[in-house]
């Protein structure tokens, strides 16, 4: 059973994210905050988190982090709002308590983060670049 905590979208920054977090198995969560936190910390971003193509993502010990943006005609970098990402990160977190989530942002420039099972191994010399 997956259980929706289901936001509307509108200009309210506050209704900007839909969360869907896998329950499925409560016993078995096993994404550490700390874990995700240095994964996050692997994106290159000063005021925008900047995409590449359609997805980016990033892992670290227990946690892996996937974003991705609508398919887009032009080959232009996308930037995302920091702000956004970085909420919706954390709320992620804090939401799903150590569950596979997938965030929606419905802002102007739309994206959705996986945050699910990482790499494995030590998360070790993460340098900051968010």
């Not at 970085?86 to 799903?96: E, K, M």
Request: glycine letters at 6%; one cysteine or more; charged letters at 20%.
């Amino acid at each position: 059973m997956f259980i929706l905590a289901s936001l509307v979208a509108s200009q309210d920054p506050a209704n900007l994210y839909k969360f869907t977090c896998d329950n499925q198995t409560p016993m078995k969560a096993s994404i550490i905050g700390s874990d995700c936190r240095d994964a996050f910390l692997k994106f290159k971003a000063v005021d925008a988190l900047v995409i590449e193509g359609e997805k980016i993502e990033q892992g670290c010990g227990t946690c892996k982090i996937t974003v991705t943006t609508p398919k887009q005609s032009c080959d232009n970098p996308r930037k995302l709002s920091l702000m956004h990402a970085v909420t919706a990160f954390w709320s992620a977190v804090n939401t799903c308590h150590g569950n596979t989530t997938t965030v929606e942002v419905a802002d102007d420039s739309p994206f959705t983060m996986v945050i699910s099972e990482g790499p494995g191994g030590v998360c070790s010399n993460v340098e900051q670049h968010v």
